[in-house]
């Protein structure tokens, strides 16, 4: 039972473009999501966040948008960088307690940012 | 940030051996959580390390097979025992306190053959 999905496996943006990585979720008792980048051979790292009561967090060159309606949330890059390629996960929780939290993680997105 | 240095960062073991992971973070934490990503998976929690108690495991892990130890605010291990195949997977730690995000280390790809 996969509560969180992300049903893009790879994603291929020109850099410069918008990247949009998409994450639906079937939970309705989630009220906490994140997105994390991984590199190869490396842990994922922390990339953004957004709460429940919101529908859009900003971040730099990261946007977060979330949907409830639509158990629905997606990321994106703008303008997307060479650097950006990585795998992109989302994932989610039933605690808005920071760092205490179990997280629901998606199968995650490759995404590569073409020259 | 803290930082979380875990190892063996890769590992080739024997079915029917064991194979311990340590995990060790360079501030304290109250929150430290041990998940498992299989090939083409989703990362999956396995169990919260608590300190001065017994792990709490998710359904469909047990302690028999996977004990925990958080002997203090900074450290854990993951015992993977009596390996088969099935368990080739990368194994992460996750750490973080209250009012941060979730970090995690880098991770131990084990292969068992």
């Known amino acids: 039972d996969q509560q969180v999905k992300q049903n893009s496996p790879s994603l291929s943006v020109q850099e410069g473009r918008i990247s949009i990585l998409n994450c639906d979720y079937t939970n309705s008792m989630f009220d906490y999501f994140l997105w994390y980048k991984k590199y190869p051979a490396e842990g994922p790292t922390f990339l953004i966040s957004?709460?429940?009561?919101?529908d859009k967090n900003e971040d730099g060159r990261f946007t977060v948008f979330l949907n409830k309606s639509a158990k629905h949330l997606s990321l994106h890059i703008v303008p997307s960088q060479p650097g950006d390629s990585a795998v992109y996960f989302c994932?989610?929780?039933?605690?808005?307690?920071?760092?205490?939290?179990?997280?629901?993680f998606g199968q995650g997105t490759r995404l590569t940012i073409n020259p | 940030s803290a930082v979380i240095s875990q190892k063996p960062s890769r590992d080739i073991c024997q079915r029917g051996t064991s194979l311990t992971i340590q995990c060790q973070v360079d501030?304290?934490?109250?929150?430290m959580f041990w998940y498992r990503q299989q090939p083409g998976q989703s990362l999956t929690l396995i169990a919260t390390?608590?300190?001065?108690?017994?792990?709490?495991?998710e359904s469909g892990f047990v302690i028999d097979k996977f004990p925990i130890s958080r002997p203090n605010l900074t450290f854990s291990t993951l015992t993977v025992s009596n390996m088969s195949p099935e368990d080739s997977s990368i194994y992460l730690c996750s750490s973080g306190d209250f009012g941060t995000e979730a970090f995690f280390g880098q991770g131990t790809r084990l292969t068992v053959v």
């Open positions: 957004i709460s429940s009561i919101k």
């Open positions: 994932a989610a929780s039933v605690s808005p307690i920071k760092g205490a939290q179990k997280l629901v």
């Open positions: 390390a608590n300190q001065g108690s017994e792990a709490t495991y």
């Open positions: 501030s304290q934490v109250t929150m």
